[in-house]
């Protein structure tokens, strides 16, 4: 495991032996530190993590990366001169494993240059993850199909950016033989510095879509950015990019890898695809998987027809990685992954779809499929998608469009969602079902007294609405 020693070495180039105890993990958030962990003091435009070094020793921190001068109090380590000598000048604490800060000139930047030498020191094999919609939940899949072989270790939550990743690979140790690593994008360049920490051997790619526009700036930016992944792998036979066949962006990925592409998708074209897909409502999905010669009949517990493109990508990094058939099945069927759509009664019987972490075009789209697939009286409570830049009015109408095809009623929350009222209206829908309200309270107000038992409601919006606190407030007392 990571020792203080590691922790001079990578960032002064020099070792120096010294007796402390292991680094158990790094957080960036006092309170999620653990004994014995690494705690980095990021300064940031809300709040200055150099406030609460109190508070992370307090929790057991026995070492803090800082950047700026910290009260008397705490001993500390200039390491901003490069290579240090421990003699009796050093502090006490080096020498008695005593709570330590080590300043350098930039935390985050001390963070990655420490990730980027302890990944080094692994043999694991990491399995990268990227693209606009799907990226958690293959994640998760494929970290439980790994492990029904491996000890896997994936990155908790959405720690998937150019702190949380860094974060992620410091845990690694001697124990993990694959790691799943989600990759994030806003801008081109970010996934290609996350490769360079990270060292990919397999890539997948589950699509590009319009979410994050307005930072990137197109659909054709997005997609290159999200190439970074495959152009970072190694040549086969060591590297593999996984891509999606049905997605044109990134079946045309496949010309800027050296490593072996493996297609998957719906398209009997690609090497593993799926037919006879079937939605079972909140029972998961059913569909035929093909892989060469081979034919498997699977069910899984994904919501969803579209979910098949993620049993597809943890199947196809099951095979890549050497697993038998039987062990990707038993990953796919017993798979106690968190997902972020969970399904609650609301205190009058309706059943509450909760998809409110997050909204693009694409999973909004995806999620009114699913909503088809369950029986009951189908209310849409839709918020604003967020960051589309130019796609906004687009993507917006494309919503509305389906809305009209899927859903007995519409509610519209926030200013965007105009946009998708009008075009559920223009699809179809009468003026009746569809409602405008400007915010989650609103929406609340006005759902309370509408819903009834055998109402099916999905709940999904970007994070800026707030559109889980409809669900909170809706949602039957335990």
């Not at 994050?212 to 190694?234: C, D, F, N, T, Y």
């Amino acid at each position: 495991m990571l020792t203080l020693a590691d922790i001079l070495e990578a960032l002064t180039g020099t070792r120096v032996e010294v007796s402390r105890t292991v680094i158990t993990e790094a957080a960036i958030d006092s309170r999620q530190v653990i004994p014995g962990g690494l705690f980095v003091a990021l300064p940031g435009e809300r709040t200055d993590g150099h406030n609460f070094l109190g508070a992370a020793f307090r929790q057991g921190a026995s070492l803090a990366l800082v950047q700026q001068e910290v009260p008397a109090e705490f001993p500390v380590l200039d390491l901003r001169q490069g290579p240090v000598k421990v003699d009796a000048t050093m502090p006490v604490a080096l020498r008695t494993g005593q709570p330590l800060c080590l300043r350098v000139n930039n935390t985050l930047q001390a963070l990655q240059q420490l990730a980027y030498f302890w990944r080094r020191k692994q043999s694991v094999r990491v399995i990268g993850i990227t693209g606009s919609v799907g990226k958690s939940t293959t994640k998760e899949l494929v970290a439980e199909v790994l492990s029904t072989r491996y000890r896997t270790l994936r990155n908790p939550g959405n720690l998937n950016n150019e702190i949380g990743l860094p974060l992620t690979l410091l845990r690694l140790g001697s124990g993990y033989q694959r790691a799943v690593l989600e990759m994030g994008f806003y801008v081109p360049g970010e996934i290609a510095q996350l490769c360079d920490l990270a060292l990919p051997s397999v890539g997948v790619l589950t699509n590009v879509g319009t979410v994050h526009a307005e930072r990137a700036g197109s659909i054709e930016a997005i997609a290159r950015g999200k190439g970074e992944l495959v152009q970072a792998l190694p040549p086969e036979p060591n590297g593999t990019a996984i891509l999606n066949y049905d997605d044109p962006y990134v079946r045309a990925m496949a010309g800027q890898t050296r490593a072996r592409v493996f297609y998957y998708g719906l398209d009997p074209s690609a090497e593993l695809w799926a037919d006879e897909v079937v939605g079972l409502g909140l029972e998961g999905i059913r569909f035929r998987m093909h892989y060469h010669d081979e034919m498997l009949s699977v069910r899984v517990p994904l919501i969803g027809r579209h979910s098949v493109h993620t049993a597809l990508r943890a199947t196809a990094v099951g095979l890549t990685e050497g697993l038998s058939w039987g062990e990707i099945i038993e990953g796919l069927r017993t798979s106690q992954m968190q997902l972020r759509l969970v399904a609650v009664k609301a205190e009058n019987g309706a059943l509450l779809l909760d998809d409110s972490y997050n909204a693009s075009p694409e999973s909004t789209l995806a999620a009114l499929n699913m909503l088809e697939e369950i029986q009951g009286r189908h209310i849409a409570v839709l918020g604003d998608m967020l960051e589309l830049g130019q796609y906004e009015r687009e993507g917006h109408q494309r919503v509305g469009g389906r809305v009209a095809e899927v859903a007995d009623m519409l509610v519209a929350v926030g200013e965007l969602s105009k946009i998708t009222a009008k075009a559920a209206q223009q699809a179809g829908m009468k003026a009746s079902q569809v409602t405008w309200v400007a915010d989650a309270d609103a929406a609340i107000e006005f759902l309370k007294p509408t819903l009834k038992e055998g109402d099916v409601v999905l709940v999904k919006g970007s994070h800026g609405l707030r559109m889980d606190r409809i669900v909170s407030q809706l949602e039957a007392a335990e």
